[in-house]
Structures are given as structure tokens and as C-alpha cells.
């Protein structure tokens, strides 16, 4: 072991995640001389807001929109930074630094690439890992033909792929409203768009209107919403939906408060209200997470340089708290000189002193932000839905289950895995975990924060057998193992 | 249902869906080229045997687990497409032994 | 949390932790009318209890243990008489393969052993039968020894289920109630709580698991007690494929396949536990060396996925078994713990042991090996 804790890391940095923050982050840090590797699972740099960047086969440039091609502006600076890009890489585990052997205070990251996995040794891991859409779990919603919002933009990134048939878009927030714009630039037809934005929203988040005023989203957004609300059906004010079906989609039901019920037959759902950190990794590392009740979800605990309560891990961008992407990515930069600084790179004074324009420019970004938060914020019945509608997919627990838990003493997430195995499927709570704290914090009375959140282990995504005794062991390793 | 936009890039890829000739464009991922081929759901849940299809495109849900080229439960949305490949749907639970 | 009524219901024991022991000690104290205080630091089966590979094992015992195990196991085999609720349990056997013919030896060298006490639970068997038992099971595997009576249950759901039960028959729980301090005066002992409360009740049972040293050592009776991290992992849902759970004698492994299909794989290899942050760090490294071994044992395993694993915080003495009875320096007190990564199964007995010892002042099954005072310079 002694031979192992001297040796070199492979690298000073990893970078998790290849979206803005990681992408800005790795070639900041590669750039001034950091070893720098940037992994992520998916086969090309962009994360999932510039997913396909480099190789999108959707030609004509007005349908993704300028927002989504500033995207290519940061891969020159990965290329020029001299930082290694391994797409395709899937990390499972970071491991801390043990105190059990102050010696050597290296991170060991479980990743598998190609089929095979490998541990990988770095002095500092930065998360960029990004978010995912708030699971919107309505009666129906496991169907086939119900899909995110996101994945639908997705399959128009990656595939140049729209829906055909009869589709509808419902829920609320922004990402919903770009679709639908997308969608119509690429000359694809909407049947109709459910919004599930409460009413009341907009009453809260008038007192936060003007900072939105004199945010970057305005002018955008406000003539993104004209255009979609005038060529297509918009139904404002609904508080129920639901997806019916025998084993694929055929219709979608809603109601608007106390008025009749609503059916369309629909091919394609597309639900969507708001993204959530994706927190996962962060989580089974240890990093200290907490609930923001603006954002209605847990996100890790961070300074304002990205440093979590782990030593050696940093977080940047919307895996630390929604921001959007213009965010991610000075967030990104930022963590990444704290990172310069707490290996020996820089001095403290340096280190704030170019962080300055960074800062200016995230608090450009992140200017109106608690307006779209407030305004988007999912009504209360979507968020803990009604009993007989299943939150946990994989293993297919209703909202009825977890309350009944509840009444038998479940106290909390991880209790929850014990009665009911919600949340242990291979997806490890990333469709269920702000269900599941909702709907119990509801039923006890509670806060979220006090019912708190599934406690996640490694590995974080599943990987083969095979692929887990094939890694690379040491003599020592197996005799210490065999017995008496 | 999901169609392909006009003028778009990319080479066409042979494979196949259950042994069935498909279609698919350099780029797509599994989960992409089932969806282009009218296959919405791609598995049967191992709990209750319900139908499933892609729902996050991003790797997260694994709700489009299929087999693929005889490896079963990999993510569809995961792996890109390739000539030849052969994409089988999943029935419940797999075998322990593919 | 404040006892609401704390002069009327004044315990009669204090239970220290609320594992599989002490949720068991607490029912079986209640079953005879006496009033329990269960006070638990984080939350039932929050620790071993809960996320252990709930085996319920026999076989390849410490000898000293024998009498326990096979007491126990009676209990097992009516469970739901005790608790009102089959906690899962199911018995297909547990058995341990030999990988050689030296092995095998070894293994009829302990059956004879066994025997020769008077013990007959443990069986060799021949290759033959092992592939009968488990068709899944490697070709090189030439024999194995079985407990056919062994099984495996829930551990969460059966700690849960003998907590439920205690508390039908007038049992109470604290949780998020550790114990500060531990005192005595005028034959009482005082228990001073980190939730800022006081207990007070002429008998302790210390129960506290990997954190029991502490208490013994309150109680000025330091034990070498060691905190372990034992490991598990789980795979995606495969069809049925294996009944009995199958360990090796040569190597560390416990498999075992749950009714729902997922495949669950330990045996006790380490990661790093961080006791006071209730934490737990895996070790790779060593869950590779686990996976290699169902390479090897199982080859129908080889392209199953792994969806998580974990590792309990449990307490392991020097000479693996258990402290069991009453304390060498301190009257009215008792202790139950470091069962060393093999204590579920024993959960039903040791309660009934400490009950006896508390209320009729002995137990009769043979305990002298687990004493305390094991330890003492």
C-alpha cells in the first residue's frame, strides 16, 4: 500500500461532466497548466443543453437557435487547453481521501470505458454533472409515447428526430416553451401545449419582476412565447393530467380547477416542469447537500468558489443549483481557479482577482432567475401527486404506498428503500428522490429538509460483473482476502 | 411516433429490431433509431410486465433497456448504432446468463 | 423528544441501541410485563441490522455459538409466532463449497467435529447433489457442506417487525436519542441523552453495536472492539435461478438470490468505516476480489449488473464472537454486541437470554465464552 499511496495521480484534476461548466472549467484549468482529464458518458462534448455540438445532424441553424450554437464556442478552448477528453466514460465512484491514511490524499475515480472499468487517480475532482428533469409523475406517465421534454430535444439534436402523429407538451417552465419554438422552426406540428403553471405563480413572482427586466432571458423569451402561443393551442391553467392507454399512449386527460375533464387523443406526451440538480454523484461522494425551497429541490452544499464539504471535490454549474447554461459556464471557470489555487498553482489574491470578470458575468446570467424560479415553480398536486399514480419507476411504488409507509412509521427516503425498495432500482432515485421527499414531508408535516433524501451509494450508474472483476487488483488485494 | 427532418445530415445504418431489417442514421443511439422505427416501447417491466419505452434520452430513467448485439440491459439511449447491430426488446426479467 | 409521562411510566430496563438485539431484548423483556425504554441514537436498524445480507446460518459457526445458533433457529423457524410477521424468512439452506478436494476434507474434518459435540446440522455433500442444489454452480466445485435448515430473511423488515411487536406489548422507543452520559446512584442507573433528556431505571442493557464500547468503557470496562465495514452488493433482476445461499470455504463469499430476482453478494470483505459521521467508504479494490469470486463460483453471473452497493457499520472483536451477559464490574447490567458481522441470525435468542438473565438471573444455554471479562488484563 505504501508503494501506491507515494506514487503519482494520474492527473491533478477530473472534470465530470462536459456541458458548459465542465467544459469552460477543464480548459481554464488545463490551460494554466493543470493535468486535466474531462470525462463524460456521452460520446461527444456539449452536456445535454449542447448535446451534439460538434456533430448534430440538424443542418439548418435557426431551429436549435443561436443560445444552443454558443455551445461551439467552448470547444476550441478545451482543444487549445492541451486537457484530455475522454467522452464516453462512464464514472460510477469517487472515493475520498481516507483519514485512515493520511498519506496519500488522492481521490480514486471508478469510471468504465469501452467495456472495461478502471480506478483513475487525480488530486481534485470537479462535478459538472449538470441536471435533469424534475420527475413529473402523473397517472400514466410510464407509457411508452410519454417522454421529457428534454429527451424530446434531445432526439432533435442527436437525430433530428420530431414527433409525428398527434402530440401534445404539458407542464410549465421554459425549457417547455423552447421546444415548442424549436419544433415549429423545424416546421413540426403541436396539437396542443397543457399549461400546468399555477395560477398563483404569478402573483408571487411579481415583486421579482424587476430584476427579470434586466435579465437576458426577457427579450428572448417574451417573443419566443408570443410566437408559440400564436400558432399554437395553449390551455392555461390546468391542475389535473393524466396519460391513458393499453401499453402505449392514446390519449391525454386533463382538467382546468373545478371545470370538466378534458380528453385529446394524443401518440406523444412530452411532460416537462423544470430541471432539478443532478446530484447523484455528488451525493454518494459525501458532499453535504441541502434543501432550497425556491428551486422546491436538494442541491450540495457549496462555497462560493464550488468547493463542497469533501475534500478535493468541487462542484460547478446546475449540479450545484439550477442556473441555466450561461451560468454553468462562468461557474465553471470560477471553481476551476479555486482548484488552480488550493493545488499550489496560484495565490489567494490571483485567485480573486480573475475570478472578478467571472463573477460579474455569472451575476449577469443568473439576473432573474428567482423570477422564472417563482413563476415555474410545479403546483403542489404534481409534485405529490395523487395515490394511485406510481413515483418510482423501476420499481414501480405508488404515491399511495409511500404515504401508507408513512402511517406505518417511514420517516424518510432511505426508509422508504427499506419498506418499499423505492428508489432502488437501477436509476437509484434520479426519477423518484424529489417525489419521494415531497410526498413524505407532505404527509408528515414536515419540511423536505427534515425528512431529508436518499443516501446514494456506488455505483452511482450500474456496471457489469465482469467489468468489476476485471479491474486491476493487487497481489495483496486477493491475499488479504482469503480466509482462515 | 417520431420522423426524421428533411435535409438532414448523417449516413444511413443497417440493423437490426428483433430480427426485423431497420434503419437508423450514423448518430442516432439505439434508443433514437428504435423511436425513428415506430418502436415506442422497447421492454416489459421485470415487476409487473408493463410496457416500456425511452423516456430520458439522457442515460438517467433506464427505462430503455433492450439487448443489444446479445448483451442484455444496456441503455439504449447510451450507445450509438452501429452497421449490423442486432437490438432485441426485453421481456421482464433477462436471463442470468445474457 | 421528551418522554411525555416520564413519572408513570418509569422503565424498568433501559435498552442502549435499536439493532436486531435490541429490538429483540426489548420483546422479550415485554413478553413478561416488564416495561422497556429503547433509546436509539439515529433510527431503528439504522446500522448492521439494516443493511445486512440477512442470513440466517448455522453453518461454519464458532463452536462456543453452536447451542446459540441452533436455539435460534428454532426461533426462525417460528417466527411469525414471535413477532407476527414471517420477516421474510425463508429456508432453503445455506451451504459452503469446496473448490478442492483438500477443501472438501477440511469441510468433514468440522462435520465431525460438529458431531462429535453432538451437533448433526451440518452435512457434507457430494458433487452430485451440490448440482442438484444449484445447477448454476461451477464445474470445479466438487462437494459442499450444508445446513439444510439455514435461510435467509429481511433484515430491515425483521428488526422492524420485533420493534412493532414491543411496542404492541408496551415497549418505548426514543430515537435520535444517543447517550450522553451513563451514571448510578441508589441502585439506579441514570442515562443523560444527547437530546437533553434523563432516564432513569435499575437495569441497562447495552446493546449499542459498533458504538458499544463506548458505553462499556462509561461503565469501566473497555473492550478491544473494532469497527468494521462489511460490503455488499446487489444486481439488476434475473430470473430464479438459486434457492439455497451459497458461501466458500476457501474464500470470502456470501450469494444469495432474493424472491424478487435481484442477486445479493457479500461475505464480510471490508471497506472503511467513519463511526462518528455514520459513514461508510467502499473499497473497490476489494469488491472486485468479491466480484471475481462469483466470476469463478457462478459463470451465469458473468454479464450481470451490479445497481448498487454499500457497507453496514458493525463492531467485530478480536476473537470474533460475541460479548453476551451480565457486566464484570457494574450490578444491573448487561451487555449484547459485537456479534462480529454474524449476529442476525442470533437476534431472536440473545433476547431471550438477556431477558432471562435480567428476570430470572440465568439463562440455560451455555454463555460462560461470551463473558466480558474475556477481555480484562
Not at chain 1, 480548459?27 to 497548466?33: F, H, I, T
Not at chain 1, 393499453?246 to 373545478?258: F, H, I, N, P, S
Not at chain 3, 452435512?123 to 445446513?147: F, K, M, N, Y
Request: proline share 6%.
Amino acid at each position: 500500500m505504501s508503494d501506491r499511496a507515494m506514487s503519482a495521480p494520474d492527473f491533478d484534476l477530473a472534470v465530470i461532466g462536459s456541458g458548459p461548466a465542465g467544459l469552460a472549467a477543464a480548459a481554464l484549468a488545463a490551460g494554466r497548466g493543470l493535468s486535466t482529464v474531462l470525462l463524460d458518458e456521452q460520446p461527444e462534448a456539449g452536456g445535454q443543453i449542447y448535446r451534439a455540438i460538434t456533430d448534430t445532424p440538424v443542418r439548418d441553424r435557426r431551429v436549435l437557435g443561436p443560445d444552443y450554437w454558443h455551445g461551439a464556442e467552448l470547444l476550441g478552448p478545451l482543444r487549445d487547453s492541451g486537457a484530455a477528453h475522454w467522452p464516453g466514460s462512464t464514472v460510477w465512484s469517487v472515493a475520498r481521501p481516507r483519514e485512515d491514511r493520511p498519506g496519500d490524499r488522492r481521490l480514486q475515480i471508478g469510471l468504465s470505458r469501452d467495456g472495461a472499468a478502471r480506478m483513475l487517480s487525480v488530486r481534485h475532482v470537479l462535478m459538472a454533472t449538470g441536471a435533469l428533469e424534475r420527475p413529473f409523475p402523473i397517472p400514466g406517465w410510464t407509457l411508452p409515447g410519454v417522454l421529457g421534454a428534454g429527451a424530446a430535444q434531445i432526439l432533435l439534436k442527436t437525430s433530428g428526430l420530431v414527433p409525428s402523429g398527434r402530440v401534445v407538451l404539458a407542464g410549465t417552465g421554459p425549457l417547455l416553451w423552447l421546444l415548442a419554438w424549436q419544433y415549429l422552426r423545424a416546421g413540426a406540428a403541436l396539437d396542443a401545449i397543457l399549461d400546468t403553471t399555477p395560477r398563483a405563480n404569478w402573483r408571487a413572482a411579481l415583486p421579482l419582476l424587476p430584476a427579470f427586466l434586466r435579465s437576458p432571458y426577457l427579450g428572448k423569451g417574451a417573443k419566443l412565447l408570443l410566437e408559440v402561443r400564436r400558432k399554437v393551442k395553449v390551455v392555461d391553467g390546468v391542475t389535473e393530467l393524466r396519460a391513458e392507454g393499453e401499453g402505449k399512449l392514446a390519449a391525454v386527460v386533463y382538467r382546468r380547477g373545478d371545470g370538466a375533464e378534458q380528453r385529446i387523443a394524443a401518440d406523444t406526451l412530452l411532460l416537462h416542469h423544470g430541471v432539478v440538480p443532478n446530484l447523484n454523484l455528488a451525493n454518494a461522494t459525501g458532499c453535504a447537500q441541502q434543501w432550497d425551497e425556491t428551486q422546491r429541490c436538494w442541491r450540495p452544499t457549496t462555497d462560493s468558489w464550488g468547493a463542497t464539504s469533501v475534500e478535493g471535490v468541487s462542484l460547478a454549474g446546475d449540479g450545484a443549483g439550477i442556473g441555466g447554461a450561461l451560468a454553468a459556464e462562468q461557474a465553471g471557470r470560477i471553481a476551476a481557479l479555486d482548484v488552480l489555487h488550493r493545488l499550489g498553482r496560484i495565490d489567494r489574491a490571483a485567485r480573486d482577482r480573475a475570478a472578478v470578470p467571472h463573477r460579474e458575468a455569472l451575476e449577469r446570467a443568473l439576473r432573474g432567475r428567482q423570477f422564472l424560479d417563482t413563476l415555474y415553480r410545479p403546483a403542489d398536486v404534481f409534485r405529490a401527486p395523487a395515490d394511485d399514480t406510481i413515483v418510482c419507476r423501476c420499481e414501480e411504488i405508488t404515491a399511495g404506498a409511500v404515504r401508507e409507509a408513512v402511517r406505518l412509521g417511514c420517516s424518510g427516503p432511505n426508509q422508504a428503500k427499506s419498506f418499499l425498495r423505492c428508489g432502488m432500482g437501477p436509476c437509484q432515485g434520479r426519477l423518484c428522490g424529489p417525489t419521494v421527499t415531497e410526498v413524505i414531508a407532505a404527509e408528515r408535516g414536515v419540511s423536505p429538509a427534515e425528512v431529508g433524501y436518499y443516501r446514494l451509494r456506488p455505483p452511482v450508474k450500474p456496471i457489469t460483473l465482469a467489468e468489476l472483476a476485471a479491474l486491476p487488483k493487487t497481489e495483496a488485494d486477493i491475499d488479504a482476502v482469503l480466509k482462515h | 411516433m417520431f420522423r426524421r427532418l428533411p435535409d438532414i445530415a448523417g449516413d444511413r445504418v443497417s440493423f437490426t429490431i428483433d430480427g426485423r431489417p431497420a434503419e437508423a442514421r450514423s448518430g442516432d443511439s439505439v434508443a433514437a433509431a428504435l423511436l425513428a422505427n415506430g418502436v415506442a416501447a422497447c421492454r416489459n417491466t421485470p415487476v409487473s410486465g408493463a410496457a416500456r419505452g425511452p423516456y430520458c434520452m439522457m442515460g438517467v430513467c433506464f427505462d430503455c433497456l433492450v439487448t443489444i448485439d446479445g448483451t442484455g440491459n444496456r441503455q439504449g439511449c447510451q450507445v450509438r448504432v452501429a452497421p449490423g447491430m442486432a437490438v432485441e426488446t426485453q421481456d421482464g426479467k433477462r436471463e442470468a446468463g445474457r | 423528544m421528551s418522554s411525555q409521562t416520564p413519572d408513570t411510566r418509569k422503565p424498568d430496563v433501559i435498552v442502549i441501541g435499536s439493532g436486531l438485539h435490541g429490538c429483540s431484548t426489548a420483546l422479550h423483556l415485554s413478553m413478561r410485563g416488564v416495561k422497556v425504554l429503547v433509546l436509539e441514537k439515529d433510527h431503528v436498524a439504522r446500522h448492521a441490522s439494516g443493511v445486512n445480507a440477512g442470513g440466517v446460518r448455522q453453518l461454519g459457526r464458532h463452536v462456543a455459538e453452536v447451542p446459540l445458533t441452533v436455539a435460534s433457529m428454532a426461533l426462525w423457524h417460528r417466527i411469525g409466532e414471535l413477532v407476527d410477521d414471517d420477516c421474510g424468512f425463508e429456508s432453503h439452506g445455506q451451504l459452503k463449497v469446496a473448490e478442492s478436494e483438500a477443501e472438501l476434507a477440511g469441510l468433514e474434518a468440522r462435520a465431525a467435529e460438529l458431531r462429535a459435540l453432538g451437533f448433526g446440522h451440518e452435512e457434507v455433500i457430494g458433487q452430485a447433489e451440490l448440482r442438484a442444489l444449484v445447477p448454476a454452480i461451477a464445474d470445479h466445485c466438487v462437494g459442499a457442506l450444508i445446513s439444510r435448515g439455514d435461510g435467509a430473511a429481511i433484515p430491515f423488515r425483521t428488526t422492524f417487525a420485533f420493534r412493532r411487536k414491543a411496542i404492541a406489548l408496551g415497549a418505548r422507543f426514543e430515537e435520535g436519542a444517543g447517550v450522553a452520559r451513563v451514571s448510578r446512584s441508589g441502585g439506579v442507573w441514570s442515562v443523560e441523552t444527547t437530546a437533553g433528556d434523563r432516564h432513569e431505571a435499575p437495569v441497562l442493557v447495552n446493546c449499542a453495536g459498533a458504538w458499544a464500547d463506548r458505553i462499556a468503557a462509561q461503565l469501566g470496562e473497555p473492550v478491544p472492539l473494532e469497527v468494521i465495514a462489511p460490503m455488499l452488493m446487489i444486481t439488476a433482476r434475473v430470473p430464479p435461478f438459486i434457492k439455497p445461499v451459497v458461501g466458500a470455504a476457501g474464500r470470502t463469499l456470501s450469494f444469495k438470490q432474493f424472491p424478487n430476482g435481484t442477486v445479493l453478494i457479500g461475505g464480510g470483505l471490508l471497506g472503511h468505516a467513519v463511526r462518528d459521521e455514520n459513514r461508510t467508504e467502499l473499497d473497490f479494490s476489494q469488491v472486485s476480489v468479491n466480484a471475481r469470486t462469483v466470476w469463478d463460483l457462478f459463470p451465469v453471473m458473468r454479464g450481470a449488473t451490479i445497481v448498487r452497493s454499500w457497507a453496514g457499520i458493525e463492531a467485530r472483536m478480536p476473537d470474533q464472537i460475541p460479548v453476551i451477559g451480565p457486566s464484570g464490574t457494574q450490578p444491573g447490567v448487561f451487555h449484547a454486541f459485537g456479534f462480529s458481522a454474524h449476529g442476525f441470525q442470533l437476534g431472536p435468542i440473545v433476547g431471550r437470554i438477556t431477558a432471562d438473565l435480567i428476570t430470572a438471573g440465568a439463562t440455560d444455554l451455555p454463555i460462560d465464552a461470551f463473558r466480558i471479562g474475556r477481555f480484562a488484563a
